[in-house]
């Protein structure tokens, strides 16, 4: 349904306001979405440039009744940034500003906008640095990873964006505007709602600010790259590296066919066989680090170990980074399904690995694998021939049992791409009708218009109608 969004225009904001196709199409998806053929056209665009402003435009949207969909950088997997019932797409994109930077408490206060990478830029001469950064960092915000609660390859040692934010400024559906958390490292003072707002895809508040930890850069980074003979090989050797304790600030796991990918587009010539990629961080004893590593990897088949400075590495982190892109231009006939991104506990990581890979040899299908492997995290692209419908129903059907197995196993459907649209349907499963329940009276005390970013997080919001109609009724 179209929304009547002409008030925009008398707010008088000094953000620009676009009603013009173009810009409305070009917010109408998010990477994910985009991938998949879906997306929604918005009825209009707003780049706000401050909390006043943001505040200005979900006052008068709610009031109205009309929806807001936050936008950042449109990098999400899972649709969440679609503006699924139209209404108006809130871009704070252009609300990119480094406010404060203050070394010796090891923080910086940014705007939403800001990119992941201009945060380490911003605090590099301070010998500083935003540990969580997502795979997509460079083109990813601050907003759209405290949003998601991303995580990315140093997650395995300094954990996830959650862990790395102290403050928010947040504005609500009805344009209030509330500070929460604190710039002390702890605080037991009241609800933790700065938690609360992290992880929720822009379905309870907008961020229009953000003070964040930061860590000091260490002094010894040494990357390495081991070769496994079979992929349960390696992913055993995961496991055994985390349980052993070994100290590693990343460790990324690479199947064989993701490696043919990444070679083809990037340019590398990785070997395509089970790879494990390392990277350590220490200020002193690096190199012991490495060597009990290579001896616990030794006890799984290991076929070759190479130790590099951090430079030597770059072009295969580059590969890693890449495989998103690699694996969506692998062949023109093939369709990447919805992007898994599974996580189990880490003894449960072997049996999930191959689990994935039984099936899809049991299957016939194309099924690339990788991920933040130390955490758990699994990665992994159905690549079909959209014109077959028995293969697309097979892939539809490894897609979602691998999601069922690990959620058995004690996991989650999504280990750090969000809920969005693409993964609503699994929500009950994984944490049981009572529990989701509770997170919709959450959204209802805070959002009861459903204003903002509707359609998301809860399966029975598909077309709006239930959040919608019981919040007609409890006004
Ligand atoms: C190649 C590639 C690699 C990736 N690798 C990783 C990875 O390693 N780890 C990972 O976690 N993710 C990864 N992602 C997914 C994605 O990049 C992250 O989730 C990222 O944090 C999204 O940020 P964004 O700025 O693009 O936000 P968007 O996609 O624009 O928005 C994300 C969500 O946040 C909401 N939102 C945006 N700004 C705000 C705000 N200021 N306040 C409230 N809500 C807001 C939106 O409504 C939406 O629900 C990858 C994506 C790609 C394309």
């Given at each position: 349904m179209a929304h009547d969004c002409s008030f925009l225009a008398d707010l008088s904001l000094d953000g620009e306001v676009s009603f013009g196709e173009s810009a409305r199409e070009s917010h109408a998806a998010d990477f994910g979405a985009e991938e998949r053929g879906e997306g929604v056209i918005p009825d209009a665009v707003v780049w706000p440039e401050s909390t006043e402003e943001v505040s200005a435009v979900l006052s008068a949207a709610n009031d109205r009744r009309v929806p807001v969909t936050p936008y950042a950088a449109g990098t999400s997997l899972e649709g969440n940034a679609v503006p699924a019932h139209r209404g108006v797409s809130l871009d704070l994109s252009r609300m990119d500003a480094v406010l404060d930077v203050r070394p010796d408490d090891f923080q910086i206060d940014v705007e939403p906008g800001l990119l992941g990478a201009q945060v380490d830029e911003a605090v590099a001469s301070e010998g500083l640095f935003f540990p969580p950064?997502?795979?997509?960092g460079d083109i990813s915000t601050v907003g759209g990873m405290i949003a998601n609660d991303a995580s990315g390859m140093k997650t395995v040692k300094y954990g996830e964006v959650s862990d790395w934010v102290l403050e928010l400024e947040v504005v609500l559906a009805d344009g209030s505007v509330i500070t929460t958390g604190?710039?002390?490292?702890k605080t037991s003072s009241g609800y933790n709602l700065k938690d609360l707002f992290v992880g929720s895809e822009g379905t309870l508040g907008v961020v229009t600010r953000a003070t964040l930890e930061l860590a000091g850069r260490p002094e010894q980074v040494r990357g390495a790259r081991a070769l496994f003979p079979t992929l349960d090989d390696a992913a055993e050797a995961v496991f055994d590296a985390v349980r052993s304790g070994v100290d590693v600030a990343t460790i990324e796991l690479v199947d064989g066919d993701s490696a043919r990918m990444a070679n083809a587009y990037t340019g590398t010539d990785l070997p395509d066989v089970p790879t494990v990629f390392l990277e350590f961080h220490a200020n002193h004893g690096v190199e012991r680090e490495i060597e009990f590593c290579r001896g616990v990897f030794a006890?799984?088949?290991?076929r070759r170990f190479d130790a590099a400075e951090e430079d030597a590495m770059d072009d295969l982190w580059q590969a890693r980074k890449d495989l998103a892109y690699a694996i969506q231009l692998w062949d023109p006939d093939l369709t990447a399904l919805h992007p898994g991104d599974v996580t189990v506990p880490i003894s449960d990581y072997p049996e999930m690995v191959q689990f994935v890979k039984e099936r899809a040899d049991e299957r016939d299908l194309l099924v690339p694998c990788f991920g933040h492997a130390g955490d758990g995290n699994l990665h992994y692209s159905v690549l079909v021939d959209e014109d077959d419908p028995e293969r697309v129903e097979a892939a539809h059907a490894l897609y979602e049992a691998t999601i069922e197995k690990a959620i058995d196993l004690g996991g989650t459907a999504t280990g750090e791409h969000g809920i969005g649209l693409g993964k609503r349907e699994f929500l009950d499963a994984e944490h049981g009708p009572e529990t989701v329940e509770a997170m919709r009276r959450l959204k209802r005390a805070f959002d009861p218009r459903d204003t903002?970013?509707?359609?998301?997080?809860?399966?029975?919001?598909?077309?709006?109608e239930r959040v919608r109609a019981e919040s007609e009724q409890s006004e």
């Amino acid at each position: 349904m179209a929304h009547d969004c002409s008030f925009l225009a008398d707010l008088s904001l000094d953000g620009e306001v676009s009603f013009g196709e173009s810009a409305r199409e070009s917010h109408a998806a998010d990477f994910g979405a985009e991938e998949r053929g879906e997306g929604v056209i918005p009825d209009a665009v707003v780049w706000p440039e401050s909390t006043e402003e943001v505040s200005a435009v979900l006052s008068a949207a709610n009031d109205r009744r009309v929806p807001v969909t936050p936008y950042a950088a449109g990098t999400s997997l899972e649709g969440n940034a679609v503006p699924a019932h139209r209404g108006v797409s809130l871009d704070l994109s252009r609300m990119d500003a480094v406010l404060d930077v203050r070394p010796d408490d090891f923080q910086i206060d940014v705007e939403p906008g800001l990119l992941g990478a201009q945060v380490d830029e911003a605090v590099a001469s301070e010998g500083l640095f935003f540990p969580p950064l997502p795979s997509s960092g460079d083109i990813s915000t601050v907003g759209g990873m405290i949003a998601n609660d991303a995580s990315g390859m140093k997650t395995v040692k300094y954990g996830e964006v959650s862990d790395w934010v102290l403050e928010l400024e947040v504005v609500l559906a009805d344009g209030s505007v509330i500070t929460t958390g604190s710039k002390a490292v702890k605080t037991s003072s009241g609800y933790n709602l700065k938690d609360l707002f992290v992880g929720s895809e822009g379905t309870l508040g907008v961020v229009t600010r953000a003070t964040l930890e930061l860590a000091g850069r260490p002094e010894q980074v040494r990357g390495a790259r081991a070769l496994f003979p079979t992929l349960d090989d390696a992913a055993e050797a995961v496991f055994d590296a985390v349980r052993s304790g070994v100290d590693v600030a990343t460790i990324e796991l690479v199947d064989g066919d993701s490696a043919r990918m990444a070679n083809a587009y990037t340019g590398t010539d990785l070997p395509d066989v089970p790879t494990v990629f390392l990277e350590f961080h220490a200020n002193h004893g690096v190199e012991r680090e490495i060597e009990f590593c290579r001896g616990v990897f030794a006890d799984h088949d290991l076929r070759r170990f190479d130790a590099a400075e951090e430079d030597a590495m770059d072009d295969l982190w580059q590969a890693r980074k890449d495989l998103a892109y690699a694996i969506q231009l692998w062949d023109p006939d093939l369709t990447a399904l919805h992007p898994g991104d599974v996580t189990v506990p880490i003894s449960d990581y072997p049996e999930m690995v191959q689990f994935v890979k039984e099936r899809a040899d049991e299957r016939d299908l194309l099924v690339p694998c990788f991920g933040h492997a130390g955490d758990g995290n699994l990665h992994y692209s159905v690549l079909v021939d959209e014109d077959d419908p028995e293969r697309v129903e097979a892939a539809h059907a490894l897609y979602e049992a691998t999601i069922e197995k690990a959620i058995d196993l004690g996991g989650t459907a999504t280990g750090e791409h969000g809920i969005g649209l693409g993964k609503r349907e699994f929500l009950d499963a994984e944490h049981g009708p009572e529990t989701v329940e509770a997170m919709r009276r959450l959204k209802r005390a805070f959002d009861p218009r459903d204003t903002l970013n509707p359609g998301k997080m809860f399966p029975e919001t598909a077309d709006g109608e239930r959040v919608r109609a019981e919040s007609e009724q409890s006004e």
